[in-house]
C-alpha cells in the first residue's frame, strides 16, 4: 500500500497534467460535455434569477429596496436647496449652535439620512465662507 492508501492499482493522474494527454476525438467529447453543462448552469441561473426577481418585488411592496447581492440601497434624498443655502435661510439675522442649527435646518425641510449630519452643518459652517462665527460653537449668516 502506498502512502496515500491508492489500492487500487489504478496510476493516479500527474498534476499539472490537464487534457495535453487527450486525443483529438476525446477532446472534442470534452468540449461538447462542457458546452451542455453550460447551458444548464444558464437555465439554472435564470430560474434562480426568476426568483431574485420576485423577491425583489416583493420587498419592494413593503416599501424597501435591494440590489444585485441582496443590499440595500441607501438612497440620497433630494432637497430642493443645497445646504448652504438652507443653512443661510435658517441662520439670517439669527445667532445659533451648530446643533440648535442642524436642527432647524432639517425642521426648515432639509431631508438627510446621514447619521453624522451635525458634523456635516459644521463642516458646511467653517468652510463655505457665507457664516460667520460669533463665538465658540455660535454662527450666524454674514
Same mark, same amino acid.
Given at each position: 500500500?502506498?502512502?496515500?492508501?491508492? %489500492?487500487?492499482? %489504478?496510476?493516479?493522474? #500527474?498534476?499539472? #497534467?490537464?487534457?495535453?494527454?487527450?486525443?483529438?476525438?476525446?477532446? #472534442?467529447?470534452?468540449? /461538447?460535455?462542457?458546452?451542455?453543462?453550460?447551458?444548464?448552469?444558464?437555465?439554472?441561473?435564470?430560474? &434562480?434569477?426568476?426568483?431574485? +426577481?420576485?423577491?425583489?418585488?416583493? &420587498? /419592494?411592496?413593503?416599501?424597501?429596496?435591494? +440590489?444585485?447581492?441582496?443590499?440595500?440601497?441607501? +438612497? #440620497?434624498?433630494?432637497?430642493?436647496?443645497? @445646504?448652504?443655502? /438652507?443653512?443661510?435661510?435658517? @441662520?439670517?439675522?439669527? $445667532?445659533?449652535?451648530?446643533?440648535?442649527?442642524?436642527?432647524?435646518?432639517?425642521?426648515?425641510?432639509?431631508?438627510? $439620512?446621514?447619521?453624522?449630519?451635525?458634523? &456635516?452643518?459644521?463642516?458646511?459652517?467653517?468652510?463655505?465662507?457665507?457664516?460667520?462665527?460669533?463665538?465658540?460653537?455660535?454662527?450666524? /449668516?454674514?
Amino acid at each position: 500500500m502506498s502512502k496515500r492508501g491508492n %489500492t487500487s492499482g %489504478t496510476k493516479a493522474p #500527474r498534476a499539472g #497534467r490537464g487534457l495535453g494527454g487527450l486525443s483529438v476525438s476525446d477532446l #472534442r467529447k470534452e468540449l /461538447a460535455k462542457r458546452e451542455r453543462r453550460v447551458g444548464a448552469l444558464l437555465r439554472k441561473r435564470e430560474r &434562480i434569477m426568476a426568483k431574485v +426577481r420576485s423577491l425583489d418585488a416583493t &420587498i /419592494a411592496e413593503h416599501g424597501g429596496s435591494a +440590489r444585485a447581492g441582496g443590499l440595500a440601497i441607501r +438612497r #440620497r434624498p433630494k432637497n430642493d436647496m443645497n @445646504l448652504v443655502d /438652507a443653512l443661510a435661510k435658517v @441662520l439670517d439675522g439669527k $445667532t445659533m449652535s451648530v446643533t440648535e442649527v442642524s436642527q432647524a435646518v432639517q425642521d426648515f425641510g432639509y431631508k438627510t $439620512t446621514s447619521p453624522s449630519f451635525r458634523t &456635516i452643518v459644521n463642516q458646511t459652517l467653517i468652510n463655505s465662507g457665507k457664516f460667520k462665527r460669533v463665538a465658540r460653537g455660535q454662527y450666524t /449668516a454674514k
